[in-house]
């Protein structure tokens, strides 16, 4: 048995940051060099639309660049299950004793509406899993009750040397 098991949970993003701004740049030169050579020719009002444009195609681009700029991390060890949420500048962790720690895959109240992965215990319940799909999720769920059980303890062997109930020292 390894000393632990990590799950890593991302967004499947096509594009990193250095390709969104390519992407951006690239639809910006060619929209507005097409603005002002119509302002050229006297059809100047096309340059303020074609700038409200650029505009709005990058608060898109940068909107869908910072929400797919995330990760969670569950590491599961023999004393807890840790999940860590990692966004730009902000960290979140949360700890759960691995004896204790259940995982929900709780139906949504909505038939319409994605299930919802929880991990948790004694009333603290952390949502992962959000950018994956219903059989992702699902498979996620499956995964993680397997590990954890792994991890637990054998009956029996919880006292560390002291003589089991019923048997003679």
């Known amino acids: 048995m390894s000393d632990g098991a990590e799950f890593m ?60 700029a995330y990760a969670e991390k569950i590491i599961i ?34 038939r319409w509406y994605a299930h919802r992965l929880l991990v948790g215990c004694k009333g603290r319940w952390v949502e992962v899993g959000q950018c994956l799909t219903e059989s992702e999720r699902s498979s996620l769920a499956t995964s993680l009750k397997n590990r954890i059980s792994d991890f637990m303890p054998e009956p029996g062997n919880g006292l560390g040397g002291l003589p089991q109930y019923g048997q003679n020292p």
């Open 77 to 110: 060890t023999w004393q807890s299950v840790t999940i860590r949420h990692v966004q730009r500048k902000n960290r979140q962790r949360w700890t759960f004793p691995l004896y204790w720690t259940q995982v929900r895959l709780e139906k949504p109240r909505h």
């Open 9 to 68: 949970i991302r967004p499947n993003s096509a594009f990193n940051t250095r390709s969104w701004r390519w992407v951006f740049s690239l639809l910006a030169v060619v929209c507005l060099g097409i603005a002002v050579r119509f302002a050229l020719l006297g059809y100047w009002m096309i340059l303020p639309f074609a700038l409200l444009d650029v505009l709005a195609v990058g608060l898109v681009l940068l909107v869908m660049a910072r929400r797919s």
